[in-house]
T-cell receptor
Framework: QKEVEQNSGPLSVPEGAIASLNCTYS??????FFWYRQYSGKSPELIMF????GDKEDGRFTAQLNKASQYVSLLIRDSQPSDSATYLC?????????????FGKGTKLTVNP | DVKVTQSSRYLVKRTGEKVFLECVQD?????MFWYRQDPGLGLRLIYF???????EKGDIPEGYSVSREKKERFSLILESASTNQTSMYLC???????????FGPGTRLTVL
């Protein structure tokens, strides 16, 4: 099983719809979860982080975490064409006394006007 | 706001050249990271550093070395550039290793 897995997409939604992006992870010890947005040719930009089970809302974005199912998701409400980007899920991993973030390969989202 | 800067946005080098990529952060972060990003392969960690003069290998350290002489600065060195090192190189920093990472704008390196 891959450490962090995301559907590569592309995911296409109409403007105004809800976009749902999903991520599963393999390390049960992971405690920190992040969503990044990356526009084509640009570097990743942090959107949200979540540490506790449940939902965390920030504007049009909601992160959902279920540690029992090892699942984290990002919902984007009222999707806009400017949301079209690749979304990266990242999860912390402890390894040999140090910690790092492991990134999924990303899901490409297209919001159609 | 955290600011992470990288020395070049675009760089073209020849096979066999020694290449230096520099990264500077202004938020007194303990941890700094170098990644490369390639289509279909995602972000791959090359090296990271959790303190001055400290470094740890990431997932793909072969062909690379790093230097961290000052807290704010983390350099990636390609000792003898090869064409398979053509890639987007991204630097990031974080306060703690389990915290969010902030990325620089990236350097697109082409090795001819």
């Amino acid at each position: 099983q891959k450490e962090v897995e995301q559907n590569s997409g592309p995911l296409s939604v109409p403007e105004g719809a809800i976009a749902s992006l999903n991520c599963t992870y393999s390390d049960r010890g992971s405690q920190s979860f992040f969503w990044y947005r990356q526009y084509s040719g640009k570097s990743p930009e942090l959107i949200m982080f979540i540490y506790s089970n449940g939902d965390k809302e920030d504007g049009r974005f909601t992160a959902q975490l279920n540690k029992a199912s090892q699942y984290v998701s990002l919902l984007i409400r009222d999707s806009q064409p400017s949301d079209s980007a690749t979304y990266l899920c990242a999860v912390n991993k402890s390894q040999g006394g140090s910690e790092k973030l492991v990134f999924g390969k990303g899901t490409k989202l297209t919001v159609n006007p | 706001d955290v600011k992470v800067t990288q020395s070049s946005r675009y760089l073209v080098k020849r096979t066999g050249e020694k290449v230096f990529l520099e990264c500077v952060q202004d938020m007194d972060h303990e941890n700094m990271f170098w990644y490369r990003q390639d289509p279909g392969l995602g972000l791959r960690l090359i090296y990271f550093s959790y303190d001055v003069k400290m470094k740890e290998k990431g997932d793909i350290p072969e062909g690379y070395s790093v230097s961290r002489e000052k807290k704010e600065r983390f350099s990636l060195i390609l000792e003898s550039a090869s064409t398979n090192q053509t890639s987007m190189y991204l630097c990031a920093s974080s306060f703690r290793t389990y915290n969010e990472q902030f990325f620089g704008p990236g350097t697109r390196l082409t090795v001819l």
